[in-house]
């Protein structure tokens, strides 16, 4: 697990990066599409908050 700072909003979360089944990211399934937008939109992992604001329907 490491903490980082969401590039998007600037909130720190801890990610667990080593075992993503168990990260806070898991909760959100993202198209390959999504993916590639996030990876080109940002240099870092975004906090489970901006990730359900990005792409909760």
């Keep these: 697990m490491k903490e980082k700072i969401c590039?998007?909003?600037g909130?720190?979360?801890i990610c667990n990066h080593e075992?993503?089944?168990?990260?806070q990211c898991?909760?959100?399934t993202l198209t390959p599409?999504?993916?590639e937008t996030l990876k080109s939109a940002y240099s870092?992992?975004?906090c489970i908050?901006?990730?359900?604001?990005?792409f909760s329907r």
């Excluded at 075992?19 to 990260?23: A, D, E, G, L, R």
């Excluded at 908050?49 to 990005?54: H, M």
């Design 7 to 9: 590039p998007r909003c």
């Design 11 to 13: 909130a720190r979360f």
């Design 19 to 23: 075992n993503v089944s168990q990260c």
């Design 26 to 28: 898991a909760a959100i």
């Design 33 to 35: 599409s999504q993916h």
């Design 44 to 46: 870092d992992c975004l």
């Design 49 to 54: 908050n901006c990730l359900k604001e990005l």
